[in-house]
């Protein structure tokens, strides 16, 4: 009875450090989630900024997990190359390493203030991401309390004969320490976690310094295991960070296992208290991965690709690709996808721009055809984006992510917009001037020609506002606008003036140009506002000061 007892209790603070953990990364998701994100992205520009920017956001996160699943929705179907992101998983490894590193040192004292200081800021802030703050301080406390408590709990197993045979008799066979180790890891979805439970089981002597190495070992087999199981397999192209990270630990875990006696000794001789040995086994393991995988990423990559090579193109070119249930699960990995589908969106509108272009070049007569089946792969994939982060929980999600998932609706509604545009005005014009002959000379050829390049160029620069938050970029975006008001104004005077029928005809078609892809850029442009809205740099509209200039007093 009291042997059950003590597995309730140790259940329970085992549950309150898990518990502890999800607060402090739902805190930090929700108060710089996306911030993370992009810096993330950012930062998968090269093997070394991999490893750091994969170490840097797992260190703040405190999972790998949360990670992983980040760096396997930037690196499937090859938005970011792999080796970025094999080196960034690498670096989120050593991250929670570190975590370990820190939280190995007996700080419990710090947790009452912890939960205090959480719990006054959760209470009385009136700012959200002082609240979001507050909450991680709370789930830090917990963490420390519940490590604190799992070490009372467990220091009268030292007096067990029952638990310490079944536990010694376990503990000599490395294999089922490993797999039990691994499914604790897996089951917590934090290797954090897991290993702290471990140094709290050596630390009374329930398990002896080979059985704790071993079981570092498996946590970290867990944890790789997540993005496995939980990823998306639709195709398997997209699983080659995710396998590739499982396939490194288990190569390490066999040498480890291989080398035991070794490892121990060496352990035992850095430091030989039961924390410091864990917290250290862990370091040195995903330390020594790291240090041997940078230089054979290259090598790694290519033999992931050859062996999940990417699968051909569907047959629907409207079908989404990224926009994956299983993300739903990570509020940042779902927006990492649903970003990704909304490029996807901007590709097939700047095809029906260059189409359009095209096609008053060569006088395409099956233009509008064209344009409504590319019209039709931006609809529905602005259906599909804002169908998926509807499914977003809404009591999981930060200010910053609600911000960003109104931004990224925002973004595609008005891809659509600009698309319908494209397919119910331009593309008619174009081929009803196609049909008809309308005779245009060489100079108002290559006015047209200029426009739509000019739409092209409102088009990069709200996909740099909306992806990169680029200032200058939303700037620009606004200047381009006023530049075609100006462009609609000077067409429909040149059109006034026209009095042959000729004439009235051509300059017709060009001012329907200006005014179609002045709707566009106007589409367009709506992406400069939030981002310009939120530094103050937008003035009042043109109708109050207009009014404020009428008024007489």
């Known amino acids: ?300 990559a290519r033999l992931l690709e050859r062996l999940l090579p990417e699968a051909g193109t569907t047959g629907d070119p409207a079908a989404p690709r990224y926009l994956d249930e299983a993300g739903l699960q990570s509020p940042p990995v779902a927006l990492a996808n649903a970003e990704r589908e909304a490029l996807r969106q901007a590709d097939a509108l700047e095809e029906m721009l260059r189409t359009i272009a095209t096609g008053f070049r060569t006088e395409d007569r099956d233009l509008a055809k064209r344009i409504a089946r590319l019209n039709e792969v931006v609809d529905r994939l602005n259906r599909a984006v804002q169908v998926y982060l509807a499914g977003l929980p809404v009591e999981n999600l930060g200010d910053e992510e609600q911000r960003r998932i109104a931004e990224i609706r925002a973004f595609v509604l008005n891809l659509e917009s600009a698309g319908d545009v494209l397919d119910r005005s331009l593309a008619r014009v174009a081929a009803k001037w196609a049909k008809e002959g309308v005779p245009l000379d060489r100079a108002m050829m290559d006015s047209i020609q200029a426009l739509h390049a000019r739409g092209l160029e409102q088009l990069q620069l709200a996909v740099a506002a909306f992806m990169r938050e680029d200032v200058s970029a939303a700037r620009r975006l606004m200047e381009e606008k006023e530049r075609m008001r100006e462009e609609e104004a000077e067409a429909a005077r040149s059109f006034s003036l026209a009095t042959e029928p000729a004439a009235i005809a051509s300059r017709g078609v060009v001012l329907e140009v200006v005014r179609d892809l002045k709707r566009v850029g106007g589409h367009l442009a709506a992406t400069a506002y939030p981002l310009l809205e939120r530094i103050g740099a937008l003035r009042p509209s043109r109708l109050t000061e207009a009014e404020e200039g009428l008024n007489p007093t």
């Open 1 to 300: 009875m009291a042997e059950a007892w003590l597995i309730l209790e140790l259940a329970g603070y085992a549950a309150l450090l898990l518990w502890g953990l999800h607060m402090v990364q739902s805190g930090v998701m929700r108060a710089y989630g996306s911030r993370l994100r992009q810096r993330l992205g950012v930062g998968l520009a090269n093997r070394r900024r991999g490893f750091a920017a994969g170490l840097a956001v797992t260190a703040i996160l405190q999972s790998s997990t949360a990670t992983a699943f980040m760096i396997a929705s930037f690196c499937a179907g090859g938005a970011v190359a792999l080796v970025p992101g094999l080196a960034a998983m690498l670096g989120a490894n050593v991250g929670t390493a570190l975590i370990v590193q820190v939280m190995s040192f007996d700080v419990s004292a710090v947790a009452p203030a912890l939960i205090l200081v959480g719990v006054v800021a959760f209470r009385r802030a009136e700012v959200s991401r002082r609240r979001d703050l507050g909450r991680s301080a709370i789930g830090l406390g917990l963490m420390l309390l519940a490590l604190h408590m799992m070490a009372v709990v467990m220091a009268p197993v030292e007096h067990s004969p029952t638990l310490r045979t079944v536990l010694a008799a376990v503990g000599a066979l490395p294999l089922p320490n490993l797999l039990i180790a691994a499914a604790l890891a897996w089951a917590m979805h934090a290797s954090v976690a897991a290993v702290l439970f471990i140094a709290s089981l050596h630390a009374v002597g329930v398990i002896g310094p080979d059985a704790a190495i071993v079981m570092v070992v498996g946590a970290n087999l867990g944890t790789a295991l997540n993005p496995v199981l939980e990823g998306d397999r639709s195709e398997w192209a997209r699983m080659r960070v995710p396998l590739g990270n499982l396939a490194n630990r288990i190569l390490g875990a066999v040498l480890v296992l291989a080398a035991l006696p070794w490892v121990t000794q060496a352990m035992i001789w850095l430091d030989p208290a039961p924390a410091r040995l864990v917290a250290n086994a862990h370091l040195a393991f995903n330390l020594a991965l790291a240090i041997v995988s940078l230089p054979l990423l290259p090598m790694t």
